[in-house]
Nanobody, 123 residues
Framework: QVQLVEAGGGYVQAGGSRRLFCAAS????????IGWFRQAPGKEREIVAA????????YYADSVKGRFTISRDNAKNTVYLQMNSLKAEDTAVYYC????????????????WGQGTQVTVSS
């Protein structure tokens, strides 16, 4: 089992940047696929980005391609989400999640979740 804690959320103006952190612990963390998801009020949880355990594979939702970058430092057991050129529609609670198989974009495939961190983008 992997335990996850997110940090780095807050308020940011449109066009600005924010870096989210996902601190992971547990025996399987270094071989886990990690995904960042987000959920805005009244909307379903959606994937933002995901990264394989060896960093060879990444996935980005179309809405964030070219603006967000996912990376990980396995020595620090931390996964990052660098968010640039933020828009009001990026406002949501951001969650990191882990699973032991290949990257998928479906939330139900991920079996470990953090508590989430709020990102609010003011226009």
């Amino acid at each position: 089992q992997v335990q996850l804690v997110e940090a780095g959320g807050g308020y940011v103006q449109a066009g600005g940047s924010r870096r989210l952190f996902c601190a992971a612990s547990g025996l399987a963390v270094r071989v886990a696929t990690i995904g960042w998801f987000r959920q805005a009020p009244g909307k379903e949880r959606e994937i933002v980005a995901a990264i394989s355990w060896n960093e060879i594979s990444t996935y980005y939702a179309d809405s964030v391609k070219g603006r967000f970058t996912i990376s990980r430092d396995n020595a620090k057991n931390t996964v990052y989400l660098q968010m640039n050129s933020l828009k009001a529609e990026d406002t949501a609670v951001y969650y990191c999640a882990a699973q032991k198989f290949s990257i998928t974009s479906t939330a139900r495939d991920y079996d470990s979740w953090g508590q989430g961190t709020q990102v609010t983008v003011s226009s």
